[in-house]
């Protein structure tokens, strides 16, 4: 990292501080109703409130679980049906318009489905957040795999290489940063599911605190839950990105 | 592709027909599944009866208005950052904190602070579409031939005959893209939105058919929901064909 990107970046902190600072001026001379909008200090107050003496960790943690569940369920089940569409000219055909005509259906209008086939349990909120993440990866597995170099398959044919040994030894790596890709935005699916689910079927944690927050006009525990949404949304789209640059490291060494 | 486009038809009528005889056989009184011709007749009465027209109309307006205030505050932040650098190095932070607020958190800001309605899904609506507009928005300003800038200077243009002149027509592709993108965005979280709280719409008409326990009805909704969104898409790509030609091919090919 240069200089002149490091100065850049303290200044780009430094802005951002200030912006929390007209926030804090803001609310301080209550130019916003304060019902509204609590300044940073309360809603800070109110984060420290809930870590210490509230349960908001308990409840951090069951948003985390389901949404980490429910996004591996969908990247296993996503990479494996989408190596089997993928290698196989003859299934693509038959199920590749299906896919289409599904991918842009919201997952959240399957909530009502999965509550009537399901109930309110957490086996509801894993097959909603599951199916809604597996479309991002299904499908960028699927074109991963179309996409491979055709003379590497070739090169497979030549030696003689079995169908499993093609998919783990050329199309997979060959792939791997659409799956990636793939699963990055599964995440981010899979976060605002779990949410959403939350707030529908009641079940504990950040979606539900939120939104009781939000009914009982407590805004400065409305905002402290937002906050530390908009840190575990941070967190995952940095821990992803991590994997992301560790798994891909011949691809930059390559260029 | 174009001999065997029947193969695409073979599996989900294959899974229709299968539940429609699995039903029959078995009797269908339960309350979360339904045959496929009794979705297709409550599909049929509820689109006749206006009742869902009238939703799709209304989540339409909200996606379509969220889309245009979102999107169009996108634009504007995009072109400032994107032909700005200094500015976009000192918001890094601040956008690179806020960007992945998930859309519900704000939900009950919106809730909080405009009540039930059209005005807070509008706003949700506006605040998912404006980051992917603004990103694609800000790295089409980078991609713009320099040699046209350096044009823009020669002929000391005005910020905004250059804007207007230069740098919106060399970027329309892209910018065409980001809001494509936008804009299934926008259908998916206005649905979700009215499935979450929001009394209105096609959203709140599966939530209601499902707590009514009417599984045809829950059931026609999803497939509605499923057809327009399909719809929209489709439109939305001949569109940007229609209005790009070669250059939305051009665009996605790269």
């Keep these: 990292m240069n200089r002149s990107r490091f100065l850049w970046l303290i200044a780009s902190f430094v802005t951002a501080a200030g912006l929390v600072w007209i926030w804090q001026v803001v609310a301080d001379n209550r130019l916003v109703n304060p019902v509204f909008l609590p300044g940073p200090d309360r809603a800070w107050m109110a984060l420290v409130r809930g870590f210490t003496t509230g349960d908001l960790d308990v409840k951090l943690l069951a948003t985390v679980e389901r949404m980490f569940w429910g996004w591996l369920v969908a990247s296993l089940v996503g990479v494996a049906l989408g190596a089997a569409i993928g290698t196989s000219p003859r299934l693509r055909a038959y199920l590749s318009p299906m896919l289409e005509f599904l991918r842009p259906l919201p997952a959240s209008a399957t909530i009502p489905v999965a509550i009537a086939l ?20 299904l499908l960028a597995t699927v074109h991963g795999f179309s996409a491979v170099e055709p003379r590497l398959y ?13 998919i783990g030894k050329i199309a997979l790596p060959s792939a791997s940063p659409d ?37 009982s006009f407590r805004a ?28 891909l490291v011949w691809r930059s060494r390559s260029r | 592709m174009n001999s065997s486009w029947w193969k695409g038809l073979v599996v989900p009528a294959a899974l229709i027909a299968t539940a429609e005889v699995a039903m029959r056989i078995n009797g269908s009184t339960s309350m979360s599944l339904a045959a496929p011709s009794d979705i297709a007749a409550a599909l049929a009465a509820a689109l006749l009866d206006g009742s869902m027209l009238a939703a799709t109309r209304d989540t339409l307006i909200s996606a379509g208005a969220g889309l245009a205030i979102g999107g169009l ?50 706003a949700i609506v506006a605040f998912s579409c404006l980051w992917p507009v603004m990103i694609y928005t800000r790295s089409a300003m980078a991609g713009i031939e320099p040699r046209l800038m350096e044009v823009a200077r020669a002929l ?8 207007s002149k230069i740098v919106f027509p060399a970027a329309l592709p892209r910018i065409l893209v980001a809001f494509r993108l936008a804009a299934a965005i926008a259908l998916v979280v206005a649905v979700t939105v009215e499935i979450a709280i929001n009394p209105l719409g096609l959203g709140y008409g599966i939530l209601v058919a499902q707590q009514g326990l009417q599984p045809a009805l829950m059931l026609a909704y999803l497939v509605w929901i499923g057809i327009v969104g399909w719809s929209l898409n489709t439109l939305l790509s001949l569109a940007q064909q229609r209005l790009l030609g070669r250059a939305a091919r051009v665009e996605v090919a790269r």
Excluded: K, N, Q
């Design chain 2, 73 to 122: 505050l996108g634009l504007a932040l995009g072109i400032l950052f994107g032909l700005v650098r200094p500015v976009d190095h000192l918001m890094e932070v601040t956008v690179e904190v806020i960007r992945p607020v998930p859309s519900v958190a704000v939900l009950p800001i919106a809730l909080l602070v405009f009540g039930f309605g059209y005005t807070m899904e509008i």
């Design chain 1, 220 to 247: 400065p525990d409305l905002y402290a839950g937002v906050i530390l949404l908009g840190l575990l949304g941070y967190a995952t789209a940095v821990a992803i990105g991590l994997l992301e640059a560790r798994l």
């Design chain 1, 179 to 215: 799956i990636l890709a793939g699963m990055r935005l599964g995440l981010t699916v899979a976060l605002i599911l779990s949410v959403v689910c939350e707030m529908i079927a009641g079940r504990d944690g950040l979606g539900t605190w939120i939104l009781l927050a939000a009914r």
């Design chain 2, 156 to 163: 000391r243009l005005s910020p905004w005959a250059r804007i």
């Design chain 1, 154 to 166: 070739e090169v497979g044919r030549a030696l003689g290489l079995s169908r499993a040994a093609v």
């Design chain 1, 118 to 137: 399901l109930g309110l349990s957490d086996g509801m909120v894993l097959a909603v957040v599951a199916f809604g993440a597996l479309w991002p990866v």
